[in-house]
């Protein structure tokens, strides 16, 4: 059985630094993308950032040059480094994991972790 637990946030002023963790326990397929999701109040859930087994990334337009998602595969774990953070990033964070065997993917969801940018 898979789990993703997430780990990091909290309350940081504008321009600060986070950084949130996740580590995934349990048998994923070789080919997986683990990322970042969040949502805030009254909005829908968007993309974040995310990064595939074989290392490439892909970020929403509104984090670029100032988010860093990585991986370490030896521990299973995904990493969201967020510098420069505004008031507009605040929201709940998710982590997710993609596996895929074959034809079947697999959707995994860790609870969310709160992020707060506020003076």
């Known amino acids: 059985q898979v789990q993703v637990v997430p780990s990091g946030g909290g309350l940081v002023q504008p321009g600060g630094s986070l950084r949130l963790s996740c580590v995934v326990t349990?048998?994923?397929?070789?080919?997986?993308?683990m990322g970042w999701y969040r949502q805030a109040p009254g909005k829908q859930r968007e993309l974040v950032a995310t990064?595939?087994?074989?290392?490439?990334?892909n970020y929403a337009d509104s984090v670029k040059g100032r988010f860093t998602i990585s991986r370490d595969n030896a521990k299973n774990t995904v990493y969201l480094q967020m510098n420069s953070l505004k008031p507009e990033d605040t929201a709940l964070y998710y982590c997710?994991?993609?596996?895929?065997?074959?034809?079947?993917?697999?959707?995994?969801w860790g609870q969310g972790t709160q992020v707060t940018v506020s003076s």
């Open positions: 990064v595939t087994s074989g290392g490439s990334t």
């Open positions: 997710n994991v993609k596996s895929f065997r074959g034809l079947r993917q697999d959707d995994y």
């Open positions: 349990g048998s994923l397929g070789s080919i997986n993308v």
